[in-house]
């Protein structure tokens, strides 16, 4: 059926392509207009660990995102349950984004239970891993694991301006190539309406951060995406199940290493801290721009920047938050391409992954040193 209205109706899809745009970019920015009537919605909060905006900004972009893709999907039976099963984590993390926050263990048994939904509901679980047909329990195991950690896995980098979106964004059109290279016109037309309803909001979250992804918007994008790599192994079984992994293991690497730092130093995983990877990057950025602007200081031009010297911190404050996004996206790139270029070779997109590991861990331990004047 699907297959039919795309060479029949082409300009249907190209009509709702626009209107799932539309919608997101509409309810995001209604958001914003309403928020600063309604300053209680706004994140006032400019100086916790994981703040980096400079003035009050609204949190709540997942509802356009989450609206935009119903209208997207309201056809297709397996969407409709899965955007139903969302519905605990989304709201859960709504509650944080209108500052009703949720303890760590509520939000987690939300998740939880999203995550259960969906399984059952659905009956989409990991059912073999190339080398090995897996029993149903431990795939449904190996399943509610992975939506756990992946639907936090994107609310972990959701930190500057267009990093989670844009990272998805990457992510997607990965996708969108490889469901394209097997003619699977159901997934492309999934994964198109996704990309249209996070363009949505991407124009007025980068790089000017008009308003925030949220938890919420977080936890339903990490969701989506988890059963997303499921439906793209089912039903081209010829990609590896390690192709998906590689292209998300940007997000996935950062929890388990955040994780691994967190129990190191002693301190809670459910805690925030400033030394995610993507931080890192922000605040290098800004010790590089420092220099850039101190680089040409002497006894006359000394007193002119002291002046202004506010003033140009906030200038290097707003530089750097897209700017992190930018290095960022095009630092995961060569793994990006090179998932696509093996998307059906399990044995190289396994020594992929080691290698973006040590790939990480060796950039984040420069980045240190850069951070400490050893480099």
Known sequence: ??????????????????????????????????????????????KGAQKYHTHPVPRLGGIGIYLGVIFGTFYLKIFNLLNFS???????????????????????????????????????????????????IVGIIITFIGILGFTNAINIIDGFNGLASGFSLVALTNFLLTVYTYKNFFLLDVITSLIFVILGFFILNFPFGFIFLGDGGAYYLGYIFSFLCILIKN????????????????????????????????????????????????????????????SNLNKKNILEFLKHYTEIQEKIKFLAN??????????????????????????????????FIIYYNLTYKLLVMYLKNKV
């Open 1 to 46: 059926m699907l297959q039919k209205l795309i060479f029949l109706k082409p300009s249907y899809f190209l009509i709702k392509y626009f209107l799932v745009f539309l919608i997101s970019f509409c309810v995001s920015l209604t958001i914003i207009i309403i928020s600063y009537k309604f300053p209680d919605f706004l994140d006032k909060n400019l």
């Open 86 to 136: 969302a519905l605990p984590a989304f709201i859960s993390g709504v509650f944080s984004d209108i500052n009703k926050e949720l303890s760590p263990k509520i939000r987690l048994f939300l998740i939880s239970l999203s995550a259960i939904l969906g399984i059952f509901l659905t009956n989409l679980y990991v059912s073999n891993l190339d080398f090995i047909a897996l029993p149903k």
């Open 235 to 294: 039903l081209i079984p010829s990609v590896s199940a390690f192709y998906p992994f590689l292209v998300l293991l940007y997000p996935i690497y950062e929890v388990i290493f955040s994780i691994k730092r967190k129990l190191k130093r002693g301190t809670s995983p459910f805690k925030p801290d400033s030394y995610h990877f993507h931080m890192l990057v922000y605040k290098a950025i800004k010790k590089f721009l420092r220099r850039k602007y101190t």
């Open 322 to 355: 897209p700017l992190t996004t930018i290095f960022i996206l095009f630092w995961i790139s060569p793994f990006q391409v090179l998932a696509y270029i093996f998307k059906e070779n399990s044995i190289i997109l396994l020594l992929l992954s080691i290698l």
